[in-house]
């Protein structure tokens, strides 16, 4: 394991291996050169913390976008999703101390001892139940854990549906597995540590895609109907010459919005509870169907129409990777255009229950009214606040990143690029 120097932050400008990453883990929008101020300041930062040398590594974790397949995975469900080209940096020194300190730049320090690992509800929401849920669960499993400092500085916007939270839990993660078990923990194994980590002690109901997303990197289609052995199924992303990936935070935030998040997943498995299921994969759909008369004076009918979206968005999924391995944009786009009118209608989840700003709707008319069916365009990730994303024809991408700026903000339009490598520590 090869640690840097002062030196090497001081010469990463010619440094070979640190331009090849780059070029590897980030869109040419925020490329080298940004890249190299972005490592060099955060080293520099990282020195006047509580370090006692200057041999420090590199971690970098991608954020995800969620390509189709959206709310299905809570329901052992299917779906196709990506890591990108936006990430959490962190650079990291070991400690033989039990304490692990977590110092984001314009954050106070997340301090824990990792010898209490209890669960602890005050910590709920706060990232301090992150980092003790993943050291939770390493332990638990048989896996190593120990002290270490770390500054982080990220570019995955917060609260708004590519995973800022997944990001850092996965982050913990790799430093614990490269640190103190050889990095031999696999990438699943971290999924899993990450997801317990915001399930149970940071208190917010989540599936496993988008610590899976962040974990595997590149495209993967992902099975969950058994949730301990998901089938992972990668593949190239083959439209990089038909469209532009374009990502708009429409404003507003997760934050907040827990229970309508949690409802999704409640309402779906109200179904399954009728037929004495867990969860609505084990349902059959064609008795589902059938069923309607019955089962609306037993739910309420926004849960049938979630119930529909679910069976029909895993379906999607299929369709969407079987165009993707088949270099197949015009089928894919359609999948795409299905889905997100699927999740405005039936999930309803593009905007919360009393909200009269409309953010999202209003992103997806404007995009709508630029690429019409020529593009794919949805709703992304959990919804209600965030994101909007759309797979853009090339001709259209100028037209479209201009008039979304001038709506949302130049610095809420983000062209991204899909990221071939999960969480990682970086060798240069």
């Known amino acids: 394991m090869k640690y840097l120097k002062a030196i090497d932050f001081d010469n990463l400008q010619f440094n070979d291996d640190f331009a090849r990453e780059c070029a590897e883990l980030y869109s040419p929008n925020n490329g080298l050169d940004y890249q190299l101020g972005r490592y060099k300041d955060l080293y520099v930062n990282h020195l006047k913390g509580d370090v006692d040398n200057d041999n420090v590594l590199v971690f970098s974790s991608p954020g995800r976008i969620e390509v189709c397949g959206n709310h299905t995975d809570h329901n052992n469900g299917k779906v196709l999703c990506a890591s990108i080209s936006v990430d959490t940096l962190a650079i990291v020194t070991p400690k033989e101390s039990s304490t692990i300190t977590v110092a984001s730049l314009g954050y106070p320090p997340v301090v824990i001892d990792i010898n209490d690992l209890t669960i602890n509800k005050k910590e709920f929401g706060r990232s301090e139940a992150l980092v003790r849920g993943v050291c939770a669960y390493f332990k638990g499993h048989g896996l190593k ?189 359609e999948m795409i255009n299905e889905s997100g009118n699927s999740s405005y209608k039936l999930l309803q989840n593009c905007y919360p229950e009393g909200d009269k700003t409309m953010r999202i709707p209003l992103a997806l008319a404007l995009s709508f009214g630029i690429c019409g069916n020529d593009g794919g365009i949805r709703v992304h990730g959990g919804g209600f606040a965030g994101t909007m994303i759309a797979y853009v024809p090339q001709k259209y991408t100028n037209k479209l990143v201009k008039c979304l700026s001038e709506v949302f903000g130049s610095n809420n339009v983000f062209e991204i690029t899909i990221r071939n490598s999960g969480t990682k520590m970086l060798k240069i």
């Open 145 to 333: 854990i120990g002290g270490f400092y770390a500054t982080t500085t990220s570019d995955v916007f917060k609260g708004a549906g590519v995973s800022s939270s997944a990001c850092f839990e996965v982050l913990v993660a790799e430093i614990l597995n490269v640190l103190y078990n050889d990095g031999k923990v696999d990438a699943l194994t971290k999924a899993y540590a990450a997801h317990q980590a915001e399930f149970v002690y940071f208190g917010k109901p989540c599936g496993l895609l988008d610590q899976s997303a962040i974990a595997i990197g590149g495209v993967s289609r992902i099975d969950f109907k058994n949730n301990k052995y998901p089938v992972v199924e990668g593949m190239d992303w083959k439209f990089d010459d038909d469209v532009d990936i374009v990502l708009i935070n429409c404003g507003g935030d997760h934050c907040g919005l827990t229970d309508q998040y949690a409802a999704i997943r409640t309402e779906m498995e109200d179904i399954a509870k009728v037929y004495g299921k867990k969860s609505l994969r084990f349902c059959d759909s064609d008795t589902f169907y059938k069923d309607i008369p019955m089962l609306q004076k037993k739910v309420s009918g926004r849960a049938i129409l979630r119930g529909i979206h679910f069976f029909e968005e895993n379906e999607r999924v299929d369709i969407a990777a079987s165009a993707v391995k088949a270099d197949n944009i015009l089928r894919f786009l």
